[in-house]
Protein backbone atom coordinates (compact mmCIF):
# COMPACT_ATOMS: atom_id res chain seq x y z
CA UNK A 1 0.00 0.00 0.00
CA UNK A 2 1.01 3.43 -0.81
CA UNK A 3 1.45 6.67 1.09
CA UNK A 4 -1.83 7.45 -0.14
CA UNK A 5 -3.46 4.53 0.09
CA UNK A 6 -2.39 4.37 3.89
CA UNK A 7 -3.78 7.59 4.41
CA UNK A 8 -6.94 6.57 2.80
CA UNK A 9 -7.65 3.56 4.85
CA UNK A 10 -6.44 5.47 7.80
CA UNK A 11 -9.35 7.94 7.26
CA UNK A 12 -11.80 5.26 6.42
CA UNK A 13 -11.20 3.62 9.77
CA UNK A 14 -11.83 7.32 11.49
CA UNK A 15 -14.62 7.70 10.20
CA UNK A 16 -16.23 4.48 11.13
CA UNK A 17 -15.04 4.82 14.67
CA UNK A 18 -16.59 7.89 14.88
CA UNK A 19 -19.90 6.80 13.04
CA UNK A 20 -20.29 3.99 15.22
CA UNK A 21 -19.25 6.11 18.87
CA UNK A 22 -22.10 8.12 17.75
CA UNK A 23 -25.02 5.70 17.09
CA UNK A 24 -24.07 3.50 19.63
CA UNK A 25 -25.67 3.93 23.67
CA UNK A 26 -22.35 3.65 24.51
CA UNK A 27 -19.01 2.67 23.71
CA UNK A 28 -16.68 0.75 25.72
CA UNK A 29 -13.42 2.41 26.37
CA UNK A 30 -10.22 0.80 26.99
CA UNK A 31 -11.00 0.20 30.48
CA UNK A 32 -14.13 -1.87 29.93
CA UNK A 33 -15.86 0.87 31.79
CA UNK A 34 -19.06 2.23 29.72
CA UNK A 35 -19.17 5.85 28.34
CA UNK A 36 -22.43 6.85 28.19
CA UNK A 37 -22.83 9.10 25.14
CA UNK A 38 -25.80 11.88 25.04
CA UNK A 39 -27.40 11.24 22.02
CA UNK A 40 -28.03 7.29 23.66
CA UNK A 41 -29.40 8.86 26.79
CA UNK A 42 -31.49 11.33 24.77
CA UNK A 43 -33.24 8.22 23.20
CA UNK A 44 -33.98 6.39 26.22
CA UNK A 45 -35.43 9.31 28.57
CA UNK A 46 -37.56 9.95 25.55
CA UNK A 47 -38.12 6.21 25.17
CA UNK A 48 -39.06 5.96 29.06
CA UNK A 49 -42.12 9.26 28.53
CA UNK A 50 -43.24 7.40 26.07
CA UNK A 51 -43.48 4.26 27.50
CA UNK A 52 -45.26 5.35 30.91
CA UNK A 53 -46.99 8.96 30.06
CA UNK A 54 -50.42 6.87 29.73
CA UNK A 55 -49.74 4.86 33.04
CA UNK A 56 -52.38 5.98 35.26
CA UNK A 57 -51.27 3.97 38.14
CA UNK A 58 -51.56 4.71 41.91
CA UNK A 59 -53.28 7.58 43.88
CA UNK A 60 -52.23 11.44 45.03
CA UNK A 61 -51.00 11.26 48.97
CA UNK A 62 -54.08 12.77 50.69
CA UNK A 63 -53.64 12.85 54.51
CA UNK A 64 -52.21 16.20 53.85
CA UNK A 65 -54.75 17.67 52.04
CA UNK A 66 -53.35 19.75 49.32
CA UNK A 67 -51.57 17.44 47.78
CA UNK A 68 -54.51 15.29 46.37
CA UNK A 69 -55.89 18.37 44.75
CA UNK A 70 -51.97 18.57 42.41
CA UNK A 71 -52.29 17.32 38.55
CA UNK A 72 -52.10 14.00 38.63
CA UNK A 73 -51.55 13.95 34.73
CA UNK A 74 -47.77 15.96 35.69
CA UNK A 75 -44.73 13.78 34.01
CA UNK A 76 -41.42 15.24 33.65
CA UNK A 77 -38.09 12.70 33.18
CA UNK A 78 -34.89 15.49 33.66
CA UNK A 79 -31.15 13.82 33.69
CA UNK A 80 -28.29 15.71 34.37
CA UNK A 81 -24.67 14.73 34.21
CA UNK A 82 -21.82 15.32 36.19
CA UNK A 83 -20.12 17.94 33.42
CA UNK A 84 -23.57 19.28 33.92
CA UNK A 85 -25.55 18.06 30.50
CA UNK A 86 -29.32 18.22 30.95
CA UNK A 87 -31.54 15.92 28.87
CA UNK A 88 -35.29 16.41 29.66
CA UNK A 89 -38.61 14.68 28.37
CA UNK A 90 -42.28 15.38 28.85
CA UNK A 91 -43.36 18.23 31.62
CA UNK A 92 -40.34 19.23 33.98
CA UNK A 93 -41.13 22.43 34.68
CA UNK A 94 -44.46 21.61 36.84
CA UNK A 95 -43.35 21.96 40.58
CA UNK A 96 -44.81 19.70 43.27
CA UNK A 97 -43.66 20.08 46.85
CA UNK A 98 -40.21 18.15 47.83
CA UNK A 99 -41.46 16.40 50.84
CA UNK A 100 -39.20 13.81 51.97
CA UNK A 101 -37.04 14.56 49.39
CA UNK A 102 -35.82 17.83 51.21
CA UNK A 103 -34.66 14.92 54.38
CA UNK A 104 -31.25 14.44 52.34
CA UNK A 105 -30.12 17.73 52.27
CA UNK A 106 -30.86 18.51 55.77
CA UNK A 107 -29.10 15.29 56.44
CA UNK A 108 -26.27 16.62 54.09
CA UNK A 109 -26.15 19.91 56.14
CA UNK A 110 -25.95 18.55 59.83
CA UNK A 111 -22.99 16.07 58.15
CA UNK A 112 -21.51 19.36 56.75
CA UNK A 113 -21.78 21.03 60.36
CA UNK A 114 -21.29 18.14 62.31
CA UNK A 115 -19.13 15.60 60.74
CA UNK A 116 -20.78 12.18 59.80
CA UNK A 117 -19.88 10.32 62.80
CA UNK A 118 -22.42 12.41 64.57
CA UNK A 119 -24.87 11.76 61.71
CA UNK A 120 -24.76 8.11 62.25
CA UNK A 121 -23.88 7.72 65.90
CA UNK A 122 -26.88 10.78 66.92
CA UNK A 123 -29.74 10.07 64.47
CA UNK A 124 -28.49 6.49 62.72
CA UNK A 125 -28.15 4.77 59.21
CA UNK A 126 -30.01 2.11 59.35
CA UNK A 127 -33.53 1.22 57.50
CA UNK A 128 -36.81 1.10 60.33
CA UNK A 129 -38.67 -1.62 57.62
CA UNK A 130 -41.38 0.26 58.70
CA UNK A 131 -43.36 2.87 57.49
CA UNK A 132 -41.81 6.33 57.63
CA UNK A 133 -44.24 8.26 60.43
CA UNK A 134 -43.87 5.13 62.42
CA UNK A 135 -43.68 5.54 65.98
CA UNK A 136 -43.17 2.12 67.33
CA UNK A 137 -40.24 2.20 65.34
CA UNK A 138 -38.66 4.72 67.59
CA UNK A 139 -39.54 2.53 70.78
CA UNK A 140 -38.34 -0.80 69.63
CA UNK A 141 -34.59 0.76 68.86
CA UNK A 142 -34.42 2.89 72.24
CA UNK A 143 -35.67 5.95 71.62
CA UNK A 144 -33.60 6.25 67.87
CA UNK A 145 -34.43 7.57 64.72
CA UNK A 146 -32.65 5.02 63.06
CA UNK A 147 -32.03 7.25 60.04
CA UNK A 148 -32.32 10.57 58.85
CA UNK A 149 -34.66 9.72 56.08
CA UNK A 150 -37.84 8.49 58.58
CA UNK A 151 -39.87 11.39 59.41
CA UNK A 152 -38.19 10.90 63.02
CA UNK A 153 -34.92 11.30 62.06
CA UNK A 154 -35.75 14.40 59.66
CA UNK A 155 -37.24 16.17 62.35
CA UNK A 156 -34.09 15.10 64.77
CA UNK A 157 -31.74 16.19 61.79
CA UNK A 158 -33.46 19.90 61.26
CA UNK A 159 -33.40 20.72 64.95
CA UNK A 160 -29.62 19.74 65.03
CA UNK A 161 -29.02 22.71 62.13
CA UNK A 162 -26.99 24.85 64.06
CA UNK A 163 -28.62 28.54 64.44
CA UNK A 164 -29.86 31.17 66.90
CA UNK A 165 -33.85 30.67 66.63
CA UNK A 166 -35.91 28.91 64.30
CA UNK A 167 -35.57 31.93 61.55
CA UNK A 168 -32.05 31.34 61.25
CA UNK A 169 -32.47 27.30 61.04
CA UNK A 170 -35.80 27.23 58.01
CA UNK A 171 -32.96 30.32 56.31
CA UNK A 172 -29.87 28.24 56.63
CA UNK A 173 -31.85 24.89 55.51
CA UNK A 174 -33.60 26.80 52.49
CA UNK A 175 -30.19 28.00 51.42
CA UNK A 176 -28.35 24.86 51.20
CA UNK A 177 -31.59 23.38 48.91
CA UNK A 178 -31.42 26.73 46.81
CA UNK A 179 -27.45 26.01 46.32
CA UNK A 180 -28.09 22.11 45.65
CA UNK A 181 -30.78 23.01 42.63
CA UNK A 182 -28.91 25.83 42.07
CA UNK A 183 -31.88 27.88 41.66
CA UNK A 184 -34.01 30.35 44.38
CA UNK A 185 -36.60 27.45 45.27
CA UNK A 186 -40.71 28.63 45.42
CA UNK A 187 -42.25 27.75 48.69
CA UNK A 188 -45.70 25.99 48.60
CA UNK A 189 -47.53 28.16 51.18
CA UNK A 190 -50.78 26.09 50.29
CA UNK A 191 -49.32 23.05 50.95
CA UNK A 192 -47.31 24.54 54.11
CA UNK A 193 -50.46 25.80 55.58
CA UNK A 194 -52.46 22.57 54.85
CA UNK A 195 -49.46 20.74 56.92
CA UNK A 196 -48.71 22.40 59.66
CA UNK A 197 -52.11 22.42 60.67
CA UNK A 198 -52.78 18.66 60.39
CA UNK A 199 -49.26 17.33 61.86
CA UNK A 200 -49.78 16.24 64.84
CA UNK A 201 -48.25 12.64 64.55
CA UNK A 202 -44.88 14.46 63.30
CA UNK A 203 -45.46 16.15 66.49
CA UNK A 204 -45.91 13.48 68.48
CA UNK A 205 -42.75 12.00 67.20
CA UNK A 206 -40.26 15.03 68.27
CA UNK A 207 -41.83 14.91 71.58
CA UNK A 208 -40.92 11.26 72.29
CA UNK A 209 -37.80 12.33 70.84
CA UNK A 210 -36.86 14.94 73.12
CA UNK A 211 -38.14 12.34 76.20
CA UNK A 212 -35.67 10.55 74.84
CA UNK A 213 -32.95 13.46 75.04
CA UNK A 214 -32.28 13.39 71.02
CA UNK A 215 -33.49 16.65 70.13
CA UNK A 216 -30.86 19.32 69.67
CA UNK A 217 -33.74 22.23 69.91
CA UNK A 218 -36.80 22.63 71.16
CA UNK A 219 -39.49 19.97 69.44
CA UNK A 220 -42.24 21.60 68.20
CA UNK A 221 -40.00 24.27 66.26
CA UNK A 222 -38.20 21.80 64.84
CA UNK A 223 -41.15 20.35 63.47
CA UNK A 224 -42.62 23.45 62.24
CA UNK A 225 -39.32 23.60 60.43
CA UNK A 226 -38.88 20.35 59.19
CA UNK A 227 -42.87 21.21 57.70
CA UNK A 228 -41.56 24.31 55.79
CA UNK A 229 -38.97 22.24 54.23
CA UNK A 230 -41.04 19.79 52.86
CA UNK A 231 -43.00 22.44 51.43
CA UNK A 232 -40.65 23.76 48.84
CA UNK A 233 -41.53 23.27 45.29
CA UNK A 234 -39.26 21.26 42.91
CA UNK A 235 -39.86 20.45 39.14
CA UNK A 236 -37.88 17.25 37.40
CA UNK A 237 -35.08 19.81 36.55
CA UNK A 238 -34.55 20.64 39.58
CA UNK A 239 -34.31 17.35 41.46
CA UNK A 240 -31.81 16.55 38.60
CA UNK A 241 -29.37 19.20 39.37
CA UNK A 242 -29.69 18.59 42.91
CA UNK A 243 -29.16 14.69 42.06
CA UNK A 244 -25.78 15.57 39.75
CA UNK A 245 -24.10 17.82 42.98
CA UNK A 246 -24.17 14.59 44.14
CA UNK A 247 -23.46 12.42 41.32
CA UNK A 248 -20.22 15.32 41.35
CA UNK A 249 -18.86 14.50 44.49
CA UNK A 250 -20.73 17.52 46.12
CA UNK A 251 -19.89 20.15 43.55
CA UNK A 252 -23.25 22.09 41.72
CA UNK A 253 -21.92 20.76 38.20
CA UNK A 254 -24.41 24.15 37.06
CA UNK A 255 -23.16 26.66 39.30
CA UNK A 256 -19.62 25.39 40.25
CA UNK A 257 -20.58 25.82 43.55
CA UNK A 258 -19.42 23.17 46.63
CA UNK A 259 -22.31 22.34 48.54
CA UNK A 260 -20.58 19.38 50.42
CA UNK A 261 -17.31 18.48 51.42
CA UNK A 262 -16.51 15.24 49.11
CA UNK A 263 -15.91 12.62 51.75
CA UNK A 264 -19.64 12.89 53.19
CA UNK A 265 -21.39 12.44 49.64
CA UNK A 266 -20.55 8.46 49.86
CA UNK A 267 -22.23 8.30 53.48
CA UNK A 268 -25.27 9.97 52.51
CA UNK A 269 -25.47 8.01 49.74
CA UNK A 270 -25.18 4.86 51.85
CA UNK A 271 -28.60 5.72 53.55
CA UNK A 272 -30.08 6.62 50.33
CA UNK A 273 -29.84 3.03 49.40
CA UNK A 274 -30.34 1.83 52.76
CA UNK A 275 -33.60 3.91 53.57
CA UNK A 276 -34.43 6.56 50.40
CA UNK A 277 -37.56 3.93 49.31
CA UNK A 278 -39.19 4.04 52.94
CA UNK A 279 -40.05 0.37 53.63
CA UNK A 280 -39.48 -0.39 50.40
CA UNK A 281 -35.74 0.33 49.94
CA UNK A 282 -35.11 -3.28 49.69
CA UNK A 283 -36.81 -3.97 46.80
CA UNK A 284 -35.84 -0.59 45.34
CA UNK A 285 -31.99 -1.59 45.56
CA UNK A 286 -32.29 -5.06 44.46
CA UNK A 287 -34.22 -3.57 40.99
CA UNK A 288 -31.38 -0.99 40.31
CA UNK A 289 -28.58 -0.77 42.63
CA UNK A 290 -29.12 3.04 43.22
CA UNK A 291 -29.59 5.31 46.04
CA UNK A 292 -32.43 7.52 45.90
CA UNK A 293 -34.90 9.42 47.31
CA UNK A 294 -38.52 9.66 47.00
CA UNK A 295 -41.56 12.17 48.26
CA UNK A 296 -45.08 11.79 49.32
CA UNK A 297 -45.19 15.20 46.56
CA UNK A 298 -44.39 12.90 43.73
CA UNK A 299 -40.44 13.16 43.33
CA UNK A 300 -38.42 11.10 43.03
CA UNK A 301 -34.40 11.74 42.95
CA UNK A 302 -31.96 8.55 42.07
CA UNK A 303 -27.76 8.80 42.07
CA UNK A 304 -25.65 7.28 39.74
CA UNK A 305 -22.49 8.07 41.82
CA UNK A 306 -19.94 9.64 39.87
CA UNK A 307 -21.49 9.74 36.32
CA UNK A 308 -25.51 11.56 36.86
CA UNK A 309 -28.46 11.42 38.45
CA UNK A 310 -32.18 11.29 37.57
CA UNK A 311 -35.08 13.20 38.82
CA UNK A 312 -38.39 12.38 38.16
CA UNK A 313 -41.71 13.96 39.18
CA UNK A 314 -45.36 12.09 38.89
CA UNK A 315 -47.47 12.64 41.76
CA UNK A 316 -49.44 9.13 42.15
CA UNK A 317 -48.29 7.10 44.69
CA UNK A 318 -47.92 3.32 45.41
CA UNK A 319 -48.83 2.16 49.10
CA UNK A 320 -45.32 2.94 50.32
CA UNK A 321 -45.69 6.37 49.26
CA UNK A 322 -43.50 6.39 46.46
CA UNK A 323 -44.07 7.75 43.04
CA UNK A 324 -45.29 4.90 40.69
CA UNK A 325 -44.43 6.57 37.31
CA UNK A 326 -41.28 7.99 38.82
CA UNK A 327 -40.17 4.82 39.84
CA UNK A 328 -40.94 2.45 36.29
CA UNK A 329 -39.34 5.42 34.63
CA UNK A 330 -35.95 5.47 36.79
CA UNK A 331 -35.99 1.36 36.45
CA UNK A 332 -36.32 1.47 33.15
CA UNK A 333 -33.60 4.46 32.10
CA UNK A 334 -30.89 2.43 34.13
CA UNK A 335 -32.10 -1.03 32.66
CA UNK A 336 -31.36 0.39 29.33
CA UNK A 337 -28.33 2.48 29.58
CA UNK A 338 -26.91 -0.24 32.09
CA UNK A 339 -26.14 2.27 35.19
CA UNK A 340 -26.74 -0.22 38.05
CA UNK A 341 -23.87 0.55 40.28
CA UNK A 342 -22.94 -2.89 40.98
CA UNK A 343 -22.98 -3.92 37.91
CA UNK A 344 -20.44 -1.50 36.49
N1 LIG B 1 -44.08 16.11 55.10
C1 LIG B 1 -44.34 14.71 54.97
C2 LIG B 1 -44.62 14.11 56.34
O1 LIG B 1 -43.99 14.50 57.26
C3 LIG B 1 -43.18 14.05 54.30
C4 LIG B 1 -43.36 12.57 54.15
C5 LIG B 1 -42.82 11.97 52.91
O2 LIG B 1 -42.57 12.57 51.87
N2 LIG B 1 -42.70 10.68 53.01
O3 LIG B 1 -45.44 13.26 56.52
Not at 72 to 82: A, L, S
Not at 110 to 115: F, K
Not at 264 to 285: E, F, H, I, R, S
Not at 305 to 318: C, F, Q
Given at each position: M ?25 A ?26 N ?8 Y ?27 D?K ?21 GA ?106 T ?49 A ?12 Y ?31 D ?8 QK ?10 L ?5
Amino acid sequence: MGASGRRGFLAFFAMVLVLFSGSALFARDVSGLHTLSETGIKQVVKEAYEKFKNDNSGKNADYIKALAKVDPKIFGITVVTRDGKVIEAGDTKSAVSIQSISKVFTASLVMQEHGAKFLQEKIGANATGLPFNSIIAIELHDGSASNPFVNAGAIQATSWVRAKDSKERWAKIKKNMDDYAGNELAFNEEVYISEVNDNKRNQAISKILDAYGRMGSDPLEATTVYTKQCSVNVNAHDLGVMGATLANHGVNPITGKRVLKAAYVPKLLAVMATAGLYDNAGDWLYETGAPAKSGVGGGLLTVIPGKLAIGVVSPPLDKYGNSVRAQKATIYIIEKLGLNPYAQ
